[in-house]
């Protein structure tokens, strides 16, 4: 086609802005002229290879599918645990645990605070008998299990390890991942407790305690996932993500951690939102840089210590409750994103999401698109089938290249703990958010059923209800445990605690007995509140 040609072709486009949804414009057309040099070399290495841009794998999914780990938890450790039977017999590969408010941020479920949110947005967890019978049934030695638990993860995590040893299980062959990504918290969920600086000993004094006890577990799900939903770029996804990753490498290896000691077991935690090139080009970004990363900056050795392993999770901002079955054709979209890109686990979120949590039938139909992607789209059968697409390697490349410039301020600020505490990270969100919303409003970013294609009101579709008779027998169970413990032996162990978190000696054995010897999920954050205090956000204008 001559260039005539192409101009007269182009006048036909229509007359708007084409960008990716995190703003980076689009050519009409892209050709092998557009990856020179260095991004030509790039575009051509292969899976398992470093810089891992491919996938982590030579083989990828012709090896081994994913891992579908649906995200589950609701109002008692008992209805929960039917939930995951319920999964685990429709096909699910891993287990996936959400937690409520007062567990996240360390309240028992009789405190004050938790007052209404008891098993709400996730399982109340309060002592070693709730987590017993939250995995009554489940061989925890023939299943993978994430938690998703930030600033209380070090005492879940020993909660877990405790029903293990109870059920015989071989603590060196356990595995999982516990979240224990505090510094998203400060950037954009909110939910942490005590400051950044005593945080950041929890999480270390966690990745010290697994070398030695649970040597397959991930210690950290490094999360870009609630920066995304708090309104980030794609490209600030991946520079924040990374960052908060330097910073957990940076402080580990302050402790005297060696990097190929700690570094194979990190993993991280991506979105998966609705712009499809854009995303399958992130996780190769995300990738790519993540090895250099760990190469370059920090001399490590050991390849996997430079293989970003990730889980994603469809974009529950993206759910809209207006006409909620669109959000199954959104999903579907999102999840193949995720699969093109590499992912090691997935999530998929449910239709009914924006108006509650997922019935069981929502739940199921959700798993189901997971595996109709696995088994009938044929997207598995090649390892990066989008890799050398000239779109989707100039995309790769753009997205790199601001996360570079992201991650190069932020070190000129002295790194993301300094960022989060001055408010810059948070407030590039903000504006992106802004942005974003903005274009919803102004017509620009049409989303379906919202701000175009709007249709009357259908006919309600059916939801949960968490019973709020629940959080009543939930108070009772945790009071009546107190009441029959051996309560000196209890005070004695979270005297510990506390007395370990004055000085630095690691907290992890110390919390470890104390779950054992029945003390709660309250008591032992309580302990910790009284030596590191608690957080509170500064205001950013």
């Given at each position: 086609?001559?260039?005539?040609?192409?101009?007269?072709?182009?006048?036909?486009?229509?007359?708007?802005?084409?960008?990716?949804?995190?703003?980076?414009?689009?050519?009409?057309?892209?050709?092998?002229?557009?990856?020179?040099?260095?991004?030509?070399?790039?575009?051509?290495?292969?899976?398992?290879?470093?810089?891992?841009?491919?996938?982590?794998?030579?083989?990828?999914?012709?090896?081994?599918?994913?891992?579908?780990?649906?995200?589950?938890?609701?109002?008692?450790?008992?209805?929960?645990?039917?939930?995951?039977?319920?999964?685990?017999?429709?096909?699910?590969?891993?287990?996936?645990?959400?937690?409520?408010?007062?567990?996240?941020?360390?309240?028992?479920?009789?405190?004050?605070?938790?007052?209404?949110?008891?098993?709400?947005?996730?399982?109340?967890?309060?002592?070693?008998?709730?987590?017993?019978?939250?995995?009554?049934?489940?061989?925890?030695?023939?299943?993978?299990?994430?938690?998703?638990?930030?600033?209380?993860?070090?005492?879940?995590?020993?909660?877990?390890?405790?029903?293990?040893?109870?059920?015989?299980?071989?603590?060196?062959?356990?595995?999982?991942?516990?979240?224990?990504?505090?510094?998203?918290?400060?950037?954009?969920?909110?939910?942490?407790?005590?400051?950044?600086?005593?945080?950041?000993?929890?999480?270390?004094?966690?990745?010290?305690?697994?070398?030695?006890?649970?040597?397959?577990?991930?210690?950290?799900?490094?999360?870009?996932?609630?920066?995304?939903?708090?309104?980030?770029?794609?490209?600030?996804?991946?520079?924040?993500?990374?960052?908060?990753?330097?910073?957990?490498?940076?402080?580990?290896?302050?402790?005297?951690?060696?990097?190929?000691?700690?570094?194979?077991?990190?993993?991280?935690?991506?979105?998966?939102?609705?712009?499809?090139?854009?995303?399958?080009?992130?996780?190769?970004?995300?990738?790519?840089?993540?090895?250099?990363?760990?190469?370059?900056?920090?001399?490590?050795?050991?390849?996997?210590?430079?293989?970003?392993?990730?889980?994603?999770?469809?974009?529950?901002?993206?759910?809209?409750?207006?006409?909620?079955?669109?959000?199954?054709?959104?999903?579907?979209?999102?999840?193949?994103?995720?699969?093109?890109?590499?992912?090691?686990?997935?999530?998929?979120?449910?239709?009914?999401?924006?108006?509650?949590?997922?019935?069981?039938?929502?739940?199921?139909?959700?798993?189901?698109?997971?595996?109709?992607?696995?088994?009938?789209?044929?997207?598995?059968?090649?390892?990066?089938?989008?890799?050398?697409?000239?779109?989707?390697?100039?995309?790769?490349?753009?997205?790199?290249?601001?996360?570079?410039?992201?991650?190069?301020?932020?070190?000129?600020?002295?790194?993301?703990?300094?960022?989060?505490?001055?408010?810059?990270?948070?407030?590039?969100?903000?504006?992106?958010?802004?942005?974003?919303?903005r274009a919803i409003e102004r017509g620009e970013q049409i989303v379906v059923g919202v701000n175009q294609f709007v249709s009357e009101k259908g006919a309600p579709i059916?939801?949960?209800?968490?019973?709020?008779?629940?959080?009543?027998?939930?108070?009772?169970?945790?009071?009546?445990?107190?009441?029959?413990?051996?309560?000196?032996?209890?005070?004695?162990?979270?005297?510990?605690?506390?007395?370990?978190?004055?000085?630095?000696?690691?907290?992890?054995?110390?919390?470890?007995?104390?779950?054992?010897?029945?003390?709660?999920?309250?008591?032992?954050?309580?302990?910790?509140?009284?030596?590191?205090?608690?957080?509170?956000?500064?205001?950013?204008?």
């Amino acid at each position: 086609m001559t260039d005539k040609t192409i101009k007269k072709a182009l006048s036909g486009e229509r007359k708007e802005r084409f960008t990716t949804l995190g703003g980076i414009p689009l050519k009409t057309v892209y050709t092998r002229d557009d990856l020179a040099g260095e991004n030509a070399k790039a575009s051509i290495s292969v899976p398992g290879e470093f810089p891992y841009t491919r996938g982590i794998y030579p083989t990828m999914y012709r090896g081994r599918l994913w891992t579908m780990r649906q995200y589950a938890g609701f109002g008692t450790a008992a209805q929960s645990n039917e939930r995951y039977r319920y999964l685990l017999a429709k096909g699910q590969t891993g287990l996936s645990v959400a937690f409520d408010l007062p567990t996240q941020i360390g309240h028992d479920s009789d405190h004050v605070r938790a007052s209404g949110e008891v098993g709400k947005v996730g399982v109340a967890i309060d002592s070693l008998e709730d987590m017993e019978t939250l995995f009554n049934g489940i061989p925890l030695d023939r299943v993978s299990t994430s938690m998703t638990i930030n600033a209380t993860a070090a005492i879940l995590l020993t909660l877990y390890v405790a029903v293990a040893k109870k059920q015989g299980a071989d603590l060196r062959k356990l595995s999982g991942t516990i979240q224990n990504d505090i510094l998203k918290e400060f950037i954009a969920r909110g939910t942490y407790i005590y400051p950044p600086r005593p945080s950041m000993r929890i999480v270390t004094d966690l990745f010290a305690w697994c070398r030695a006890e649970l040597p397959a577990w991930n210690t950290i799900s490094i999360s870009g996932y609630h920066i995304r939903e708090a309104g980030s770029t794609a490209a600030q996804e991946v520079a924040f993500t990374l960052a908060d990753a330097i910073a957990y490498v940076d402080a580990a290896v302050a402790v005297g951690l060696t990097v190929d000691e700690f570094a194979p077991r990190l993993s991280f935690f991506f979105n998966a939102h609705n712009d499809l090139l854009e995303e399958v080009a992130k996780y190769r970004a995300a990738r790519r840089l993540w090895a250099h990363l760990m190469r370059d900056r920090f001399s490590a050795k050991n390849s996997a210590s430079m293989m970003l392993r990730f889980h994603a999770q469809t974009a529950g901002s993206s759910l809209t409750a207006q006409q909620p079955e669109n959000n199954i054709v959104r999903v579907a979209i999102q999840a193949l994103a995720a699969v093109l890109g590499g992912c090691q686990s997935l999530h998929t979120n449910a239709m009914d999401e924006a108006l509650a949590l997922p019935t069981e039938d929502a739940a199921l139909l959700a798993l189901r698109t997971q595996q109709i992607v696995a088994y009938e789209t044929g997207v598995v059968n090649t390892a990066d089938p989008l890799g050398g697409s000239y779109a989707i390697e100039t995309l790769t490349n753009e997205i790199e290249s601001r996360a570079k410039e992201y991650i190069a301020r932020i070190d000129a600020l002295g790194g993301m703990l300094r960022a989060i505490e001055t408010g810059y990270v948070q407030g590039e969100i903000q504006k992106a958010a802004y942005e974003y919303q903005r274009a919803i409003e102004r017509g620009e970013q049409i989303v379906v059923g919202v701000n175009q294609f709007v249709s009357e009101k259908g006919a309600p579709i059916p939801t949960l209800r968490v019973d709020p008779d629940l959080e009543r027998a939930q108070v009772k169970r945790v009071r009546a445990l107190r009441a029959r413990r051996d309560s000196a032996r209890t005070s004695a162990a979270v005297a510990e605690v506390e007395r370990r978190a004055r000085f630095t000696e690691n907290l992890m054995p110390a919390i470890a007995a104390a779950v054992e010897a029945h003390a709660t999920v309250g008591e032992i954050s309580d302990a910790l509140r009284r030596v590191f205090g608690e957080y509170t956000e500064s205001v950013v204008l």
